[in-house]
Antibody, heavy 119, light 111 residues
Framework: EEQVVESGGGLVKPGGSLRLSCAAS????????MNWVRQAPGGGLEWVSS????????YHADSVKGRFTISRDNAKNSVYLQMNDLRVEDTAVYYC????????????WGQGTLVTVSS | QSALTQPPSASGSPGQSVTISCTGT?????????VSWYQQHPGKAPRLMIY???KRPSGVPDRFSASKSGNTASLTVSGLQAEDEADYYC???????????FGGGTTLTVL
């Protein structure tokens, strides 16, 4: 069964850094655009970052631009989200999400990893 | 990036139909046929229900249908069942300056 599994969440102080990892199984992550989507406690979904399968196109939401960086290691079948200068408002469950091959739809979601930014 | 507008709640009785709207602009919903809908049960990850405005992935019941008119997309759930009670989110591609926008979500209650 195809799946993605996130790791690396935890408690961090404002201004700190964290690196999230997402490991794919039963499919080759390098053939897909990969994304991170977050959900604040009790809140809605917010797209965070996207990385094209060619690695040529990288997009970040305005709310994280300049602080977060998405990357991938195809050899490890993994994608990452480096989060710097974390703010309280970055507190959320972060989902690793595969972009389907049809049209900007998110067809495979992980179970998420919780990032809590608090002093 | 701006969020798409959804009603916060919707409800219907078992067997009835309910429609959830998702309003954007000509820069997202109205400009591209890349509207998707997601279902999320409490404590679970979202699930893709509709892509490219009106297409259902395999495994999604045909009780779920969707459409778009101008800047507004709609999801209709027919023959409501208890298991349809969940949060529903729309999303749309918005070009390179607003890559993916989500709606604020609609909580569907089956009465």
């Amino acid at each position: 069964e195809e799946q993605v599994v996130e790791s690396g969440g935890g408690l961090v102080k404002p201004g700190g850094s964290l690196r999230l990892s997402c490991a794919a199984s039963e499919f080759y992550l390098g053939s897909y655009t990969m994304n991170w989507v977050r959900q604040a406690p009790g809140g809605g979904l917010e797209w965070v970052s996207s990385l094209s399968k060619t690695n040529l196109y990288i997009y970040h939401a305005d709310s994280v631009k300049g602080r977060f960086t998405i990357s991938r290691d195809n050899a490890k079948n993994s994608v990452y989200l480096q989060m710097n200068d974390l703010r309280v408002e970055d507190t959320a469950v972060y989902y690793c999400v595969r972009d389907g091959t049809r049209g900007y739809e998110f067809d495979l979601w992980g179970q998420g990893t919780l990032v809590t930014v608090s002093s | 990036q701006s969020a798409l507008t959804q009603p916060p709640s919707a409800s219907g009785s078992p067997g009835q139909s309910v429609t959830i709207s998702c309003t954007g602009t000509s820069s997202d919903v109205g400009g591209y046929n890349f509207v998707s809908w997601y279902q999320q049960h409490p404590g679970k990850a979202p699930r893709l229900m509709i892509y490219e405005v009106d297409k259902r992935p395999s495994g999604v019941p045909d009780r779920f249908s969707a459409s778009k008119s101008g800047n507004t997309a709609s999801l209709t759930v027919s023959g409501l069942q208890a298991e349809d009670e969940a949060d529903y989110y729309c999303s749309s591609y918005g070009g390179i300056n607003n890559y993916i926008a989500f709606g604020g979500g609609t909580t569907l209650t089956v009465l």
